[in-house]
């Protein structure tokens, strides 16, 4: 007695759909991850740099009006003092007007170096994030390869063993 067995393992679609909807979805992902960052790094820089506008025009502020009320000081003791008191109050002026001017510099030269460090920190933070979700991309489609590939073989094996105990 002989008995023929014909065993037709087919892949179906559903698990290749599978693959790809778990690619699509970790892509969706991805790029929503990477515009919220993009996204907050350029608002921290458009905060550092408005913060910056508004430390250098307070500083501009303060230089102008300090040279405003020094000239009137000066005209004053010329109209009204000797010459030899004019000398002392432009010598004064000049000083004023230098550690103002050298202020300001400082103040320029803290702030640069505070965008500069803010948007290295925001990039160091966006590099970040980048490297963890395409870690977490390959992880997952890696996992979704194993168990495809797994219960295909289970399934295989199955039908191999049923087979084997029909016969």
């Given amino acids: 007695?002989?008995?023929?067995?014909?065993?037709?393992?087919?892949?179906?679609?559903?698990?290749?759909?599978?693959?790809?909807?778990?690619?699509?979805?970790?892509?969706?992902?991805v790029v929503v991850v990477v515009v919220v960052v993009v996204v907050v790094v350029v608002v921290v820089v458009v905060v550092v740099v408005?913060?910056?506008?508004?430390?250098?025009?307070?500083?501009?502020?303060v230089v102008v009006v300090v040279v405003v009320v020094v000239v009137v000081v000066v005209v004053v003791v010329?109209?009204?003092?000797?010459?030899?008191?004019?000398?002392?109050?432009v010598v004064v002026v000049v000083v004023v007007v230098v550690e103002?001017?050298?202020?300001?510099?400082?103040?320029?030269?803290?702030?640069?170096?505070?965008?500069?460090?803010?948007?290295?920190?925001?990039?160091?933070?966006?590099?970040?994030?980048?490297?963890?979700?395409?870690?977490?991309?390959?992880?997952?489609?890696v996992v979704v390869v194993v168990v495809e590939v797994v219960a295909v073989v289970a399934v295989e094996v199955v039908v191999v063993v049923v087979v084997m105990l029909i016969y």
């Fill in 1 to 29: 007695m002989t008995v023929e067995v014909e065993v037709e393992v087919e892949v179906e679609e559903e698990e290749y759909e599978v693959v790809v909807v778990v690619v699509v979805v970790v892509a969706i992902v």
């Fill in 100 to 141: 103002e001017v050298v202020v300001v510099v400082v103040v320029v030269v803290v702030v640069v170096v505070v965008v500069v460090e803010v948007a290295a920190a925001a990039a160091a933070v966006a590099a970040a994030v980048v490297v963890v979700v395409v870690v977490v991309v390959v992880v997952v489609v």
């Fill in 78 to 89: 010329v109209v009204v003092v000797d010459e030899e008191v004019v000398v002392v109050v």
């Fill in 50 to 61: 408005v913060e910056v506008v508004v430390v250098v025009v307070v500083v501009v502020v």
